[in-house]
């Protein structure tokens, strides 16, 4: 049996999780709770009440003696995908949901705490892990959601003619990274995924489910680029016909190409009275492209061209798992600007050296935060894999066709919620999170 966390523990990372939540709605108006700017994105609102529906159904009303839900119309409202826990409403028809309000919203929320630290009051994982493990997958769940109320807010405000800000800028230097290096490593078997032998509590343990097995998997000889593909990078692609240039581009790629009117990543704007000829609208409004900043909100599709224009390609997801445990193997803090920081948009790699110039075998730069990084693995299962039982187990199985995995978190993932096996994964198409590149070579 695993050493148990005690109650205090779960408790205090409840409410931090929850705290953190409602942290980031600091400073909206009403009016920005409630839209839905296209399909994919949700009306923050959606996002407070949908996390606390998570709480209400899947500990409260099944492990909570007596708990009544809070409002019998709300399951249907904020469900998302969960066929196995009811009927729901029209994801596309989220921004229509005008009632319940904002306030409401948030007394829904306030119930759910308070039932929640109830119930956790005295709470002992030794007793009940099944349970504590349901409470794990909870608190990651909320921080996902913390990630897209932040990328579906930029896409809401980026629609506003006005540009407003979500927060004041940072003030980071923009610094030259200097030229690309390469770090290599050699043929050899592998083992990936999670391993949770070691684990002494369920948040030691906690990982989703399309994470395992661990298993072997044999890596040939690859080099790995020691930092993040830059804008002024990825201009020079821009500059020199990228977007025109067939052969460079995957069919469906060029087909979304079209379709979409891809000239520049999402996001970019020209402006002639930009040094680089374009701006960019973040979180705080609208900036010149700085040359130095990874480039950000890539489709597959542009990365996996980029990488083929610069004579390189994108890495397998494994490739990426054995270059990063070189950097964090998952103890302690994980390294990069994540969410916590308070930042919300990349920012330029530190230099190797005082030249820039990158050593014989360069360290690892940028693998965790400020980026997701596309690689050329599609979302499959591992040898294996089976999803949990029950409506959980619809968390990550059932969308294992038609996407590509994401590795290393991004500047709106919270720093605990990071793994250096985390599998995210979104269609080829997909620009509006915080996507960008690493390139890979054999």
């Known amino acids: ?6 109650a205090t523990d779960l408790g205090a990372r409840f409410a931090e999780v929850r705290a953190f939540t409602e942290s980031l709605c600091d400073g909206l108006a009403t009016e920005d ?12 609102k959606w996002h407070l009440a949908h996390t606390t529906w998570f709480w209400e159904t899947f500990v409260l009303t099944p492990f909570a003696d007596g708990y009544q839900l809070y409002d019998e119309r709300y399951p249907f409202l904020f469900n998302s995908y969960y066929v196995q826990a009811g009927e729901r409403h029209c994801r596309a028809q989220r921004g229509y949901l005008s009632r319940p309000t ?4 948030f007394a829904y929320r306030r119930h759910v705490d308070e039932a929640m630290a109830e119930f956790l009051d005295g709470f002992a994982e030794a007793d009940r892990p099944e349970v504590a493990d349901v409470i794990e997958v909870g608190l990651h769940h909320e921080q996902q959601h913390q990630e897209l109320m932040l990328t579906d807010l930029k896409h809401v405000f980026a629609v ?16 030259d990274p200097g030229p690309l290096g390469w770090r290599p490593f050699e043929a050899g078997l592998h083992e990936v995924g999670f391993e949770s032998q070691d684990a002494t509590t369920s948040r030691g343990r906690f990982h989703f489910d399309n994470e395992r097995p661990r298993h072997r998997q044999f890596v040939e000889a690859f080099e790995i680029a020691d930092r993040l593909v830059t804008c002024g990078e990825y201009l020079a692609f821009m500059a020199d016909g990228g977007y ?23 996001y970019w704007e020209r402006d002639e009275a930009s040094p680089t000829g374009y701006s960019v609208f973040t979180l705080s409004g609208m900036k010149p492209v700085d040359p130095n900043e990874p480039v950000s909100h890539l489709s597959c599709f542009e990365a996996d061209a980029f990488a083929r224009w610069a004579g390189a390609r994108l890495p397998s997801e494994f490739e990426w798992e054995v270059a990063a445990r070189t950097v964090w193997d998952g103890t302690g803090d994980a390294p990069g600007p ?7 948009h990349p920012t330029p790699a530190v230099p190797v050296g005082g030249d820039g110039t990158p050593a014989e075998s360069p360290a690892l730069r940028q693998m965790y935060g400020e980026v997701w990084q596309w690689t050329h693995s599609q979302y499959t299962p591992y040898p294996g894999y089976k999803p949990v039982e029950g409506a959980l ?25 990071i793994r250096p096996t985390y599998r ?4 080829p198409d997909a620009t509006w999170q915080f996507t960008g590149l690493r390139l890979a070579r054999s």
């Open 1 to 6: 049996m695993p050493l148990a966390a005690t």
């Open 160 to 175: 506003n003619p006005l540009r407003p800000a979500f927060r004041e800028p940072v003030d980071v230097p923009s610094v």
């Open 33 to 44: 709770f409630v839209v839905q700017s296209m399909e994919d994105v949700s009306p923050t």
């Open 338 to 344: 994540f969410a916590d920081a308070g930042r919300f």
């Open 393 to 417: 187990g619809e968390y990550n199985g059932k969308f294992m066709a038609n996407q590509f995995v994401l590795r290393g978190g991004s500047v709106a993932t919270s720093r605990s919620h």
């Open 244 to 266: 025109d240039d067939t052969p460079l581009w995957l069919s469906l790629g060029w087909a979304s190409r079209v379709e979409n009117e891809w000239t520049e990543p999402f």
């Open 102 to 105: 904002v306030e409401e919203v």
């Open 424 to 427: 995210n994964f979104f269609p």
